[in-house]
């Protein structure tokens, strides 16, 4: 089972059963698998739900390429077999040229026995009346060899037709084999190249998950707004970033999204349940312009942060027209990376609940972000300089104030949903979803 979908089928059981992600939870957030993790489940138990480890992953990525490798061996050779009944040296292609000559020397044959056969008659029928004895016998005999010959050389190429029949089926049977085994190669190659794409993902998605940065408490997450928004809407909620350890941080991102939470019939829906319903996007003191969050610009990239400083953003949720009435959720968490090389991944997640109402009567669709103001964020200073924010309040910090290229996974957006709805609804565990690369650097 895909590791989304386990963490999209945990939060969901979240939603409508809090005590089973209580239970969970912790598989999810710790990067190394618990001894009882890596038990086999008692007999009758299903465990189809399990997390798979770093272990297991890097085994079935190395079984999938073998595999495919296997299948481009495949299908190379079948390929040459397909090659090989062109060549004319090859068995079956002999064996039908050499009947085909058969053929032809036989059909050729008969025609001469046949014209010979009616000549010997023509010569019988056409003697004299005088003619005697011993020419009406001699003329007999002609037709009666005549016959003879061509009564064996019409079996001759009868034999020969039939010799140049079946070889001429055993190559046409070996080209449509040899075909089908190609086809067959290529399916498998194909299967097996979507193997290995799907392993390196998990692969590569369980490393971005549980990563080297632990979680932290030297960021404070502080997010509010507003307790309602109707579909076709947009509001602006409150986000400040705060550096509560006792150093500076060098280099700091929030990342923020919002969703609505699966109903029941969607609970253990990954595809519904990862649907986006809810854009966002953000402005600053350095960034102006709403610049929307996307999954390739997933983050404020906020940069240096002094002891107690902190950074504030504006969020700009609009809820799609057709966006579902019920419980939605809006949440941000930080991450920090230091010159030294430490990082941390803040255990504070902000969240606020708000609940979307149904539309307000009928209105132009929302264009919540203006033409050509999310091609390219407008960078901030990075240093000296005071950020005073909308929101009110100032830090003496330097800030690049610009969104993050992360180039995340197509599902972690939906997978930070996740963990913040787990924190939203009081399950009382954390869902630590790593957005950057492990080689990335800011």
């Known amino acids: 089972m895909k590791i989304r979908r386990i963490l999209a089928t945990a939060v969901a059981a979240a939603v409508t059963t809090p005590v089973v992600f209580l239970s969970a939870a912790p598989a999810f957030a710790d990067t190394k698998p618990s001894p009882a993790s890596t038990q086999k489940p008692a007999q009758g138990e299903d465990d189809k739900d399990d997390m798979p480890t ?3 992953l890097k085994a079935a990525v190395a ?11 495949a299908l190379a050779e079948a390929k040459a077999a397909v090659d090989a009944l062109s060549k004319p040296d090859h068995v079956l292609v002999v064996a039908a040229a ?33 003619a005697t004895e011993e020419q009406k016998t001699a003329a007999a005999a002609a037709v009666t060899e005549a016959k003879k010959t061509a009564g ?17 089926k055993e190559l046409l049977d070996a080209n449509q084999a040899a075909s089908k085994v190609v086809g067959l190669a290529e399916k498998v ?10 392993a390196k993902e998990e692969l590569e998605f369980f490393e971005e998950i549980g990563g080297e940065c632990t979680e932290d408490e030297a960021l404070g997450i502080a997010l509010s707004g507003p307790k309602t928004v109707a579909a076709g809407d947009s509001a602006v909620f409150s986000l400040r970033v705060t550096n509560t350890s006792d150093r500076t941080l060098d280099a700091v991102a929030a990342y923020t999204d919002a969703g609505v939470l699966p109903d029941g019939e969607d609970a253990d829906d990954e595809d519904g349940f990862f649907k986006r319903y809810i854009t966002v996007e953000w402005s600053s ?30 969020l700009r949720l609009t809820v799609a027209p057709d966006a579902p009435v019920g419980p939605g959720v809006a949440w941000a968490y930080g991450e920090f990376e230091n010159n030294d090389g430490t990082c941390g991944i ?37 240093h000296g300089g005071n950020n005073t924010t909308q929101l009110g309040g100032t830090s003496n910090t ?11 996974n197509d599902n972690l957006t939906g997978l930070g949903l996740a963990a913040a709805a787990t924190v939203a609804l009081g399950a009382g565990a954390m869902v630590v979803a790593r957005r950057r690369k492990a080689d990335a650097s800011v």
């Open 54 to 56: 770093l272990e297991e």
């Open 63 to 73: 079984l999938a390429q073998k595999e495919y490798d296997e299948a481009v061996v």
């Open 98 to 130: 050499d009947a085909t000559k058969a053929a032809a020397a036989a059909a050729t044959a008969k025609t001469a026995a046949d014209e010979a056969l009616a000549k010997a008659e023509k010569a019988l029928a056409e003697l004299p009346a005088d």
């Open 152 to 168: 064996e050389a019409d079996a001759a190429k009868t034999a020969a037709d039939a010799l140049l029949g079946k070889a001429s």
């Open 189 to 198: 190659k194909k299967a097996a190249a979507e193997t290995l794409t799907e």
């Open 285 to 314: 003191a350095d960034v102006l312009e709403w610049t929307k969050i996307t999954e390739k610009f997933d983050a404020v990239e906020i940069g240096t942060l002094v002891k107690g400083g902190h950074y504030d953003v504006k």
């Open 346 to 382: 803040g255990e504070d997640f902000g969240h606020a609940n708000f609940d979307i109402t149904a539309a307000k009567g009928e209105k132009p669709e929302p264009k919540p972000t203006p033409s050509g103001t999310t091609a390219t964020p407008t960078p901030a200073p990075t």
């Open 398 to 408: 330097p800030v690049r104030g610009t969104l993050a290229a992360t180039g995340a």
